[in-house]
């Protein structure tokens, strides 16, 4: 139960809008997982410590990379 505290989570959303984006990709960078957003544009992925490279991919939209600690 403690492991799943750790990790990176949070809710893609249209920056122009504001609403949620369901179905929005999360993937890290050099890896091949990744997770999807929920319909309310909520995502989270267990991780360990570490800093991570995060891609968000939606159909519509071009990507973006953020980094996260």
Not at 5 to 32: C, F, Y
Not at 34 to 59: H, Q
């Amino acid at each position: 139960m403690q492991q799943a505290q750790r990790g990176v989570k949070g809710i893609v959303t249209n920056r122009i809008t504001g609403k949620p984006i369901p179905n929005a990709t999360i993937s890290l960078m050099d890896r091949e997982n990744c997770v999807n957003t929920t319909l309310n544009g909520e995502y989270w992925k267990i991780l360990l410590p570490g800093l991570y490279k995060l891609r968000v991919s939606i159909f519509y939209e071009r990507k973006k990379s953020i980094t996260v600690a």
